[in-house]
């Protein structure tokens, strides 16, 4: 019996926390934005979750997200479908596809735009991922900013019948990513062939399921394409697909507090937003090489 699907022990439990995401523009495309939200601000140490796609640009056209500050988090993008060109105010220019990871630390500020690369836009783009924010332990939140680019063939790949699951970051099914986390992590890619099943890995305390395609069921309830599922830390829990499925784990140990969002900024401190605020406003994050012309101003301020 594989260790992806091995049988649970105990009762099975289901999902005690459904969320419909929430529909937001960025740059130019829909996204379908889960956290943060009312029901629940943060997973494990992510705080944003954006469900980018699945969409189509037509030739000429692409995302354009001009440049704009972070501080206290780390930005995660991964792609399944299209291209995003990543720049920042470190120097780094870095293009991103299907199955690669870009990891942007922050921690004292920094900032970058994502645009679809110019080469590519003589021809229609599909595109369909996830971009996620983590948020950094207390001690790391006023780290050196850092950007780090992983190709997908150095994140760990486990299959089983009809499971492909990758470790994106973190640790799950005893398997490790390369990828640099600050604490514990869940973050799996999983695809599920119609009829199988997975468990959920229990070492996590924080764990959710989003659905990225497909159709799944969980202690005998169906959800579909979109939902964010979170369970409670210690029950056992099988998903079985209803359909081809694709879905990310996601979650990991409890943040060291609670943060505060305002914008673009992440921070145990209000008043560390505050200076943040100001930083921006002031031009003091630095300028995003290759995309000095534009830039996203301070929601709020008198131009």
Same mark, same amino acid.
């Given at each position: 019996?594989?260790?992806?699907?091995?049988?649970?022990?105990?009762?099975?439990?289901?999902?005690?926390?459904?969320?419909?995401?929430?529909?937001?523009?960025?740059?130019?495309?829909?996204?379908?934005?889960?956290?943060?939200?009312?029901?629940?601000?943060?997973?494990?140490?992510?705080?944003?979750?954006?469900?980018?796609?699945?969409?189509?640009?037509?030739?000429?056209?692409?995302?354009?997200?001009?440049?704009?500050?972070?501080?206290?988090?780390?930005?995660?993008?991964?792609?399944? %479908?299209? %291209?995003?060109?990543?720049?920042?105010?470190?120097?780094?220019?870095?293009?991103?596809?299907?199955?690669?990871?870009?990891?942007?630390?922050?921690?004292?500020?920094?900032?970058?735009?994502?645009?679809?690369?110019?080469?590519?836009?003589?021809?229609?783009?599909?595109?369909?991922?996830?971009?996620?924010?983590?948020?950094?332990?207390?001690?790391?939140?006023?780290?050196?900013?850092?950007?780090?680019?992983?190709?997908?063939?150095?994140?760990?790949?486990?299959?089983?019948?009809?499971?492909?699951?990758?470790?994106?970051?973190?640790?799950?099914?005893?398997?490790?990513?390369?990828?640099?986390?600050?604490?514990?992590?869940?973050?799996?890619?999983?695809?599920?062939?119609?009829?199988?099943?997975?468990?959920?890995?229990?070492?996590?305390?924080?764990?959710?399921?989003?659905?990225?395609?497909?159709?799944?069921?969980?202690?005998?309830?169906?959800?579909?394409?979109?939902?964010?599922?979170?369970?409670?830390?210690?029950?056992?829990?099988?998903?079985?697909?209803?359909?081809?499925?694709?879905?990310?784990?996601?979650?990991?140990?409890?943040?060291?507090?609670?943060?505060?969002?305002?914008?673009?900024?992440?921070?145990?401190?209000?008043? %560390?937003?505050?200076?943040?605020?100001?930083?921006?406003?002031?031009?003091?994050?630095?300028?995003?090489?290759?995309?000095?012309?534009?830039?996203?101003?301070?929601?709020?301020?008198?131009?």
């Amino acid at each position: 019996m594989s260790w992806l699907h091995t049988p649970q022990t105990g009762p099975e439990g289901g999902a005690s926390i459904v969320i419909t995401p929430i529909t937001h523009d960025i740059g130019g495309l829909r996204v379908r934005r889960a956290l943060p939200h009312a029901k629940r601000r943060m997973v494990g140490p992510f705080v944003f979750l954006d469900h980018i796609g699945p969409a189509r640009f037509e030739p000429g056209h692409g995302l354009d997200v001009r440049p704009h500050p972070h501080i206290g988090l780390a930005t995660v993008t991964y792609l399944m %479908r299209g %291209r995003i060109l990543h720049r920042d105010t470190l120097g780094s220019s870095q293009e991103i596809r299907p199955g690669e990871v870009n990891w942007m630390t922050a921690g004292r500020g920094i900032a970058h735009s994502e645009r679809t690369p110019p080469n590519t836009r003589t021809r229609a783009q599909p595109i369909l991922g996830i971009q996620s924010w983590v948020a950094l332990p207390k001690a790391a939140e006023e780290s050196e900013p850092g950007f780090f680019h992983y190709q997908g063939e150095s994140l760990p790949q486990l299959e089983a019948d009809g499971i492909v699951a990758r470790v994106i970051a973190g640790q799950a099914y005893g398997a490790t990513s390369p990828v640099r986390v600050f604490c514990g992590t869940l973050y799996v890619d999983v695809s599920l062939n119609a009829g199988a099943s997975l468990k959920l890995p229990d070492e996590h305390e924080e764990r959710s399921v989003q659905i990225i395609s497909g159709e799944i069921e969980i202690g005998g309830e169906r959800h579909g394409e979109g939902l964010l599922l979170l369970f409670r830390p210690g029950d056992a829990i099988t998903i079985r697909a209803r359909r081809d499925s694709r879905l990310m784990l996601l979650g990991g140990e409890p943040m060291d507090g609670p943060r505060h969002i305002w914008w673009n900024f992440v921070s145990s401190s209000r008043e %560390r937003i505050e200076q943040a605020k100001e930083d921006w406003l002031r031009q003091r994050f630095g300028v995003v090489a290759g995309d000095e012309r534009d830039f996203i101003p301070l929601p709020g301020a008198t131009p």
